[in-house]
């Protein structure tokens, strides 16, 4: 079935830009997103992109997709404190409607 | 800004008890879905529901769960008896137009 995968952990300083990665297995994949979850609370929807683009920027967050490699990732510039928390990615497969599949998580530490 | 909501934040069952969780909606939303993550496991799909029907589930969905859009606003889920590896955060999503999914802060179940 489908897999989608990302690294545990990422430690930046305050004021660098974070890179988070994501792999995933579906080809057919639609839509990938970026949901980001701070201690006790849901998850929040950051961004996404659909499978034709290569890239979106919004403010801070850049979101690159490789189709050919099936990597997406993640850029947050100019890293703030409060950007420290859980991001997921996660892909809505094409042959299943409207489900999400979601990879493990990047806890993402900003240090001051 | 509108938000979807959840109740309770955390309930506690005995195995075998059945156990009703409670979602509000954003207003406007079409497309209502339930999620769960087990402790130290990932986000995972469980169903979708669209035009007062499921429209996917997923292998964990089983016989011993339920959907309901008892009226306007409320999207509930029920787990008619309660086993201890139910024992999850439960989040409710919505979404208008099945693209973007809005995630509640989610139900912490615990089944003793």
């Known amino acids: 079935g489908e897999d989608v995968e990302q690294s545990l952990f990422l430690s930046v300083r305050e004021g660098d830009s974070s890179v988070i990665n994501c792999t995933y297995t579906?080809?057919?994949?639609?839509?990938l997103y970026w949901y980001k979850q701070e201690p006790g609370a849901g998850l929040q929807l950051l961004t996404y992109?659909?499978?034709?683009?290569d890239m979106k920027q919004d403010q801070r967050l850049t979101v690159l997709l490789n189709k050919k490699d099936k990597h997406l990732s993640l850029r947050i510039a100019d890293t703030q404190t409060g950007d420290s928390a859980i991001y997921f990615c996660?892909?809505?497969?094409?042959?299943?409607?409207?489900?999400?599949?979601f990879g493990g998580g990047t806890r993402l530490m900003v240090k001051p | 800004e509108p938000e979807v909501t959840q109740t309770p934040s955390h309930q506690v069952t005995q195995m075998g008890q059945e156990v009703i969780l409670r979602c509000v909606p954003i207003s406007n939303h079409l497309y209502f879905y339930w999620y769960r993550q087990i402790l130290g496991q990932k986000v995972e799909f469980l169903v979708s529901f669209y035009n007062n029907e499921i429209s996917e589930k997923s292998e964990i969905f089983d016989d011993q769960f339920s959907v309901e859009r008892p009226d306007g606003s409320n999207f509930t889920l029920k787990i008619r008896s309660t086993k201890l590896e139910d024992s999850a955060m439960y989040f409710c999503a919505s979404s208008e137009d099945w693209v973007e999914q809005y995630f509640g802060p989610g139900t912490r179940l615990t089944v003793t």
């Open positions: 996660a892909e809505s497969p094409r042959n299943a409607g409207n489900m999400l599949t």
């Open positions: 992109i659909f499978s034709n683009m």
């Open positions: 579906d080809s057919s994949s639609t839509y």
